[in-house]
Every structure is written in structure tokens, then in C-alpha cells.
Nanobody, 121 residues
Framework: QVQLVESGGGMVQPGESLRLSCAAS????????MGWYRQAPGKQRELVAT???????NYTDALKGRFTISRDNAKNTVYLQMNSLKSEDTAVYYC???????????????WGKGTLVTVSS
């Protein structure tokens, strides 16, 4: 019954910014970890960033400094702020959430359907 709905995707030019949102159907306090993943055309899904219930964040090294993950507990929403976008950032971005770290590590997480981000000049 848990639903995660991503929004905010679209088409932007290189160098521009975009903020993605992931709205959950339940209190995000119930999730020990939430994250953003992306899948570029013809490539495997990759981890972008994670945030824990306590606010600890983790980023893919190549994206750290450009992307920022955050959460608004009152709105049951997790965000991904993307700055200085590059064409290589073009992908479908997915939100996920897990009740525990073990479930997250064991691929027992909830997933959204994704939102497409296209970066093109």
C-alpha cells in the first residue's frame, strides 16, 4: 500500500538546475533510509544519493557537490536538487524507500515509477 510518486522531471539545458520531489503516502519517519537512483538510456540503474531518518546523507562521488538530497518530514517528501546539469545526467530518476537498512540492502525497498530528466542543448 506504500506509494512513492516522483515529480519535477523535465527538459533543461546544460548548466541549468532542477529539483525533483518524491512524495510518500505515509510518514517518511517510518523509513530508515530513502534514496534516489537513476537509469540512463542503455545503462544500468545507479545510485545517486541516500538520506537516513537521522539526516545522514551519502552521494555517488561523481555527483557530490552538484546534487543535494533533502527531506521535508511534514510534507512526507524527499527532494533531489540537481545543479549544473550535464547531458550525462539525462536519465529516468527513481525514488526508493526502505523500512530498515537490511531491507534496503536486500532489495526489499519500495520504488516510485520514475520521472524523466532530459538535459540537452
Amino acid at each position: 500500500q506504500v506509494q512513492l510518486v516522483e515529480s519535477g522531471g523535465g527538459m533543461v539545458q546544460p548548466g541549468e538546475s532542477l529539483r525533483l520531489s518524491c512524495a510518500a503516502s505515509r510518514s517518511i519517519f517510518s523509513f530508515n533510509i530513502m534514496g534516489w537512483y537513476r537509469q540512463a538510456p542503455g545503462k544500468q540503474r545507479e545510485l545517486v544519493a541516500t538520506i537516513t531518518r537521522g539526516g545522514s546523507t551519502n552521494y555517488t562521488d561523481a555527483l557530490k557537490g552538484r546534487f543535494t538530497i533533502s527531506r521535508d518530514n511534514a510534507k512526507n517528501t524527499v527532494y533531489l536538487q540537481m545543479n549544473s546539469l550535464k547531458s550525462e545526467d539525462t536519465a529516468v530518476y527513481y525514488c526508493n524507500a526502505a523500512l530498515t537498512i537490511s531491507r534496503w540492502a536486500g532489495d526489499m525497498a519500495y520504488w516510485g515509477k520514475g520521472t524523466l530528466v532530459t538535459v540537452s542543448s
